[in-house]
């Protein structure tokens, strides 16, 4: 019973500080700001569709385990670019169509 007790301290102490943390989201008197929010979000959105489509054409020509591995290392690599960006880490605003591009069929095999 006290493990019981003790999570349930934890998790409601974990969900305070984390309110605590958290910055003022754009509220109702900042349109400008949920506009601006709202087309990052949609570009970026976009832009993951590409790469999930990408991804997707590159599995399907895969014609060995070799082939498979080398789409997945590419998409891997677009994510870490993707998180690293959201993180504010190096090379933030830097990447942009193309890079971390998931290779066609032709170079995921030749490689």
Do not use: W, Y
Request: charged share 25%; with cysteine; proline share 7%.
């Amino acid at each position: 019973m006290n493990f019981v007790k003790s999570f349930a301290v934890a998790l409601v102490g974990l969900s305070i500080s984390g309110l605590a943390f958290a910055g003022p989201g754009p509220g109702p008197g900042k349109p400008e700001k949920f506009e601006e929010h709202k087309t990052k979000m949609l570009a970026d959105l976009d832009q993951r569709i590409v790469k999930i489509q990408e991804h997707r054409a590159c599995v399907a020509a895969a014609a060995n385990p070799d082939g498979m591995k080398k789409c997945r290392d590419a998409m891997k690599a677009f994510h870490d670019e993707m998180s690293k960006q959201r993180r504010g880490g190096p090379g933030r605003g830097e990447a942009g169509p193309g890079q971390g591009a998931i290779p066609s069929a032709d170079q995921a095999e030749s490689k």
